[in-house]
Every structure is written in structure tokens, then in C-alpha cells.
């Protein structure tokens, strides 16, 4: 019924009044037909731009023979695709769902079942880092720990140790033998595009393995293609015993999973997870056509020379401007600029000015444009970065 005091659309966001027709690789355009370069891909999403045709096709075609089919029969296309990201990673397993924080979820449960199925139910402690997001879920709320997205939910998921980010001696301290798993994101994306040092993710890995601990990383953001490696923990050098995905998954369709090894998916038995529309035909069919994209010779390379490109791009506008953007970081095609002045302020003249965003955390303006952009895009992005933040310096 309709009530005056609350728009029909929940008011959880703070949305900006703009509204987008249509998609084409990196341009987004809007009613008007103003085009806007999308360096926001979407929070990271559609990482082959928009309405990349070979994803088009492959949805219209997928979704003309069959959408849904419940998990209580095999679905081939789920098959393929876990057996994709199993040839092209360290994972042994993988489980399909349908986003970020249910796949963080799905990670959370498998440590758990881990340590219960080896006979020790008492190992619940899951160490995790301040500034990290995994997601919107209890369970993902109360892992990251921050009052923004905990206020008001209480009581939260017990069981998280929340660590000082970049704290090694507070990490060799919490590390112990009742410790089950540490939980983090190789680079914080909302946190603000901070990478752990791959000497400290290195310095994780040997605490994990001496108390025998899971390391378990989200690469809900990271992972497919954007930081120039299928996964960011493959550029850290670093071995992960569990990994969460989506975002880029599907470029744009609702997707997840997360992926293991056998060892840290030993509690995963018949009956111990599940999801109804996790790995549908549909959904797989999209992620499948992600990976013909991603996998094909070269194209990460691809990626990861754009991405020096890239940065080094924004690096020369942040040396010109003298004072404007702070500091520059972030790895591949997940590059972070840190502005003198606040942000969202940044962003909308940015906006304004044809280019699209991202806010994060510590004053962040996070630059995710698809993965599939061209030379001259990142150059045009990187002049209206200039004469914008020039533009208001003078
Ligand atoms: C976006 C994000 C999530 C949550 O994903 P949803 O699909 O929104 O649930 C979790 N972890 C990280 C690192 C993310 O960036």
C-alpha cells in the first residue's frame, strides 16, 4: 500500500540522480545520450565492458534453451566451469552461487565443517582485517567488523578476530591453535585499493601453514583478470587454501563461488551446502563465455601491460597536478587515487565531466575501468583526470 513517508524503493542506498540507457564496452549513456567513460565498471563487475558480444550471445542463446534447473540434477554447464577455474588455479573444488558475500559465506562454513570433520569443533577463531569488506550478509558483516555496516545489527556472528591491517606482531600473536582460518582481500577494495605487502601475504602464509590454519582469500574484486592475473594471489605469489569470487564472474550477471582445495574441502560432504539458484544454466552459460574471454592467449597479458600503462598514467597526472591526488595505488586494472579533497566531491566533478567512479574508504577514488579497455580510453580517461582536477586546483 502506498505510504507517502517511505519511497517504494527501500532507501538503503544513496543514489545518484542519473539514470543509464544503454552500455557499449567502456561508455556508459545516459537518457540524454550523454556518454561517460566507465572507470567504475560496475564496483568491478563488468570487466569486459558492457554488452561485450560474445557474452550477448552467449546469454541470448543460453537463455532461448534452458534458464533453470535445480541442483538436484547435474548441470553441465556448472561443470564446465568448475572445471575451468580448477585447470586455471590452485583450487581442486569449486561451489557456484550467487554473489560476493554468499560466496564468503559458503567459505566461512567450509572452515568451519574443515575443523569439525578433522575432529577439533573447538577451532572456530577466524582471523580477519580492519578496513576489509566481504559483503552485506551477518556473517560478512560481522568478519569485517566495521561500525558502518555492524551499527544496529547486533548481535553479530561470533568466532572473528579483527586485526590491525599491516600489523605483523598483532597477526604472529592472534595466529594460535585454535585459530581455524585468516580471512583477507589480497588488495582492500572498499578499504580504499590497500594491497597487503606480498612480503607480509608471503609472512601469512608460512604463520597459516606452522598452526596449520587455513588461508582463506577474497577475491571477490580481485580475482578474474584485474589485477593482470586470473587471480591477484597469483602476482603475491602466494597460495591460498580457499578463494572467493563474483564479481567479474559474470560481467555483469549475478554469479559467485568459491574454490578449494581437497584438503580444505574435506568437511564439504552431501547434504553440508546448497543454494537454488546457484550454477544454473543461465548463469554458468555467461561465466563460461567470461573465461573463453579471459583464458584466450594473451589476453591477460593484455591486461596486465594496460594495467602498468595504466598506472603509470595516472602516476604522471598525479606528479603534474602537484598536490591534488596524494598518492596512487593499486595493482593491474584496480588503481586507487587518493584526493586532497573529499572524494564524492571529486567523483561528481568527474561525473560531470564524462567520467564514472568509484568512491572507497580513506578518501579513495577507485579507477576499475574494464578490462578490455583501449590505449587511447585510458588516455582519454587519464586527460579528463588532469583537466578536472586542474580545472578546480586553479
Ligand atoms: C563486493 C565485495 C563483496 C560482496 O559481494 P556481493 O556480491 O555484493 O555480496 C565481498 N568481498 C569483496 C572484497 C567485495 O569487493
Not at 544513496?14 to 544503454?22: G, M, Q, S, T
Not at 572498499?190 to 577474497?218: H, K, M, T, W, Y
Not at 563461488?257 to 581437497?262: D, L, S, V, W
Request: glycine share 12%; proline share 5%; charged share 20%.
Amino acid at each position: 500500500m502506498r505510504n507517502s513517508s517511505i519511497p517504494s524503493l527501500m532507501p538503503v542506498y544513496n543514489r545518484i540522480d542519473l539514470v543509464f540507457e544503454r552500455g557499449e564496452g567502456s561508455w556508459l549513456f545516459d537518457r540524454r545520450g550523454k556518454a561517460y567513460l566507465d572507470f567504475g565498471s560496475g564496483i568491478a563487475v563488468t570487466g569486459l565492458g558492457h554488452c561485450h558480444p560474445h557474452l550477448v550471445k552467449a546469454l541470448q542463446e543460453q537463455a532461448a534453451k534452458l534458464w533453470h534447473v535445480s541442483n538436484l540434477y547435474r548441470i553441465e554447464q556448472q561443470e564446465k566451469l568448475a572445471d575451468r577455474l580448477v585447470a586455471n588455479s590452485f583450487a581442486e573444488t569449486v561451489f557456484v552461487c550467487n554473489s560476493g558475500a554468499e560466496a564468503i559465506e559458503g567459505c566461512i562454513k567450509l572452515v568451519r565443517r574443515y575443523w569439525w570433520a578433522k575432529g577439533r569443533p573447538e577451532r572456530t577463531k577466524i582471523v580477519t582485517f580492519e578496513g576489509a569488506f566481504h559483503g552485506r550478509t551477518m556473517a560478512a558483516i560481522s568478519a569485517a567488523g566495521s561500525k558502518k555496516l555492524t551499527e544496529g545489527c547486533e548481535p553479530l556472528l561470533p568466532g572473528f578476530e579483527i586485526l590491525p591491517f599491516g600489523d605483523h606482531a598483532a597477526l604472529e600473536r592472534a595466529i594460535g591453535p585454535e585459530t581455524a582460518a585468516v580471512l583477507v582481500e589480497p588488495i582492500q577494495g572498499e578499504g580504499g585499493i590497500r594491497p597487503v605487502p606480498a612480503s607480509c601475504l608471503q609472512a601469512l602464509r608460512e604463520l597459516c601453514d606452522r598452526q596449520g590454519c587455513l588461508l582463506v582469500f577474497d577475491e571477490v574484486q580481485t580475482g578474474m583478470g584485474r589485477t593482470g592475473k586470473l587471480f591477484a594471489h597469483e602476482a603475491f605469489g602466494v597460495r591460498p587454501d580457499v578463494v572467493a569470487i563474483a564479481k567479474g564472474l559474470g560481467g555483469g550477471f549475478p554469479i559467485g563461488a568459491f574454490m578449494a582445495t581437497a584438503e580444505a574441502a574435506s568437511g564439504m560432504t552431501a547434504g553440508a551446502h546448497g543454494s537454488t539458484f546457484g550454477g544454473n544454466p543461465l548463469a554458468c552459460a555467461v561465466a563460461n563465455a567470461v573465461l573463453d574471454v579471459m583464458l584466450a592467449e594473451g589476453f591477460l597479458d593484455q591486461v596486465a601491460a594496460k594495467g602498468a600503462l595504466f598506472k603509470r598514467r595516472v602516476e604522471e597526472v598525479a606528479a603534474r597536478l602537484g598536490g591534488a591526488i596524494q598518492e596512487v595505488r593499486g595493482l593491474g586494472l584496480m588503481v586507487g587515487i587518493k584526493t586532497a579533497r573529499p572524494n564524492g566531491e571529486v567523483a561528481a566533478e568527474l561525473r560531470a565531466a564524462g567520467l564514472l567512479t568509484v568512491p572507497a574508504a580513506d578518501n579513495v577514488l577507485r579507477l576499475l575501468p574494464p578490462l578490455t579497455i583501449s590505449e587511447a580510453e585510458i588516455e582519454q580517461g587519464c586527460a579528463i583526470l588532469a583537466e578536472t582536477l586542474r580545472a578546480k586546483a586553479a
